[in-house]
Nanobody
């Protein structure tokens, strides 16, 4: 069955970096769009980044553009989210998700476009 497992979260100081991993199993990674989402306490889940199936086009929320980079290693069936220049407002539980339908760019960061979700990993940015 489809399974997504996030890892790499933790506590980091403002300005620091983290790399999140999303290990996928039960499907061929390059056939699915993979998105990263986050949810802070009391807030709605928001899309952070997406890498599309096939050509691997990438999409970013304005709040993370220039600081976060998404990448995909098909051989390891893993998607990464490289996070630099972290801010306290980046604190949240981060989830990866897989979507089987082709991504429409304007909808790439909408959670209802995705079929499968991981359990999440906590990222805390604090001094």
């Amino acid at each position: 069955q489809v399974q997504l497992v996030e890892s790499g979260g933790g506590l980091v100081q403002p300005g620091g970096s983290l790399r999140l991993s999303c290990a996928a199993s039960g499907f061929t990674l390059e056939d699915y769009a993979i998105g990263w989402f986050r949810q802070a306490p009391g807030k709605e889940r928001e899309g952070v980044s997406c890498i599309s199936s096939g050509d691997g086009a990438t999409y970013y929320a304005d709040s993370v553009k220039g600081r976060f980079t998404i990448s995909r290693d098909n051989a390891k069936s893993t998607v990464y989210l490289h996070m630099n220049s972290l801010k306290p407002e980046d604190t949240a539980v981060y989830y990866c998700a897989a979507g089987s339908d082709p991504i429409i760019p304007t909808m790439a960061l909408l959670p209802w476009e995705y079929d499968y979700w991981g359990q999440g990993t906590q990222v805390t940015v604090s001094s």
